[in-house]
């Protein structure tokens, strides 16, 4: 790569990465405040009204660092890659502009309606406002999403006289048949951080012994949603991704699995390590056939490997595709499996007394970031060298009058401030946190839940 192509892909892996980190956290926290306000209406407890209010506050601060870190980036589609602006601009400039005009200003309006509290807006006014948000927030992210598919597999455009692409069907961009796969499996990952991070702090609170109550709800609410995220995330979702990467992005897929060689039948590596001079993989674990069968079905199925392909079709970066999908997929079955024990010790009435247990959940509340960054660096490190895969190469997008020496300047600029804002968020959020449930809000006064309620102790 060149030095400028080198720093402008990294100036925008770091920042985008840095986003996510928010935009996850605000989805998956969307659906659990309606959660919390539905359980509040139909329980009619104080306690899941406070719980919205309290995940309200940190959506809210996580929101608005989520704007500041996202605004860079869609400069950037100018500032670093014009050249791909200009080729590519007249289909993802639908996407982009409908997120942030309708999306975007939805979810922000209707959230300040949230911040102003139950007591004051009214309840219905209040459960109306958070479904208004969640949808606007997942309705976000769809846009969003629409444009990365549209790069993984494009559809309905056409080329134009100067070689430009044009929106040829909008019906088809939005329908793109790998959008839904892609946009399922990516919100129950956005739902498996919000639970995470909502059951972890739940169990903080029951081993630190204060907000009892309200860490046991945490933990009651979380661990349910958080173990249907996780299976979800391995099936369907997750098996028909997979698929969809083998179909139609087969040098990918077999950089993901660090296959070097066409096998019939083809063995699934659990564990080893990428060896680029030799094209193997040293001191391998391997299960035969196994994918085989996850790919095609049958056990006997043959799977080309990268060999098979010209060389400059590979990804650039094949151990750190591989590395990355293993990452995933190993945490995946992690969080099947803390959930699983998990749900087992709580329906079982002995999750609140296995302090071992309440450890194990609050340590692997930053595990789903990690995982995402990791599905993320898998689905577009493993796209190169496309930039709109088969028809449009990163290394042409970049912009022409930007020296590799503007984008290192504008690169450590960026690490400066988001260590700032990194470490600004962190604090208000221990703050939050420390706080805890009992922020002084005003809450509707319910009569006593019925025996049986999710927020009753026990």
Known sequence: MTHALTVDRLQFATTITFHYLFAQLTMGLAFLIVLFGFLGYRHREESYTRAAHFWTAIFAVTFAFGVATGVPMEFQFGTNWASFSQFAGGVIGQTLALEGVFAFFLESSFLGIMLAGEKRVGARLFRASALIVFFAAWLSAYFILATNAWMQYPVG???????????????????????????????????????????????????????????????????????????????????????????????????????????????????????????????PIKFPGLLSFLTYRRFDAEVRGLTSFPRDEWPDLVPLVYYAYHIMITLGTIFIAITFVAVLLLWRRRLFDSRWMLWIVMLATPFPYIATTAGWVTADVGRQPWLVYGLFRTADGLSPLVASGNGWFTYLGFLGLYLLLGLAYIVLLLGLLGRGPQLGVEVPEYSQAPPGSIGEER
């Open 157 to 283: 455009y056409r080329v134009a006289a100067d070689g430009t692409v044009q929106l040829d069907s909008f019906f088809r961009l939005l329908t793109n048949p790998w959008l839904l796969w892609q946009y399922t499996h990516n919100q129950c990952a956005a739902l498996a951080t919000g639970s995470f991070v909502v059951a972890g702090t739940g169990a903080y609170y029951v081993l630190a012994r204060k907000h009892l109550d309200q860490g046991r709800l945490f933990l009651r609410v979380g661990l349910i949603v958080a173990a249907t995220a996780s299976f979800l995330l391995l099936f369907p979702t997750g098996d028909r991704e997979s698929l969809q990467v083998w179909r139609h992005q087969p040098v990918k897929g077999a950089a993901m699995e660090g296959l070097f060689h066409t096998e019939q039948p083809a063995a699934i590596t659990i564990v080893g390590q990428p060896n680029m001079e030799t094209l193997t993989i040293d001191n």
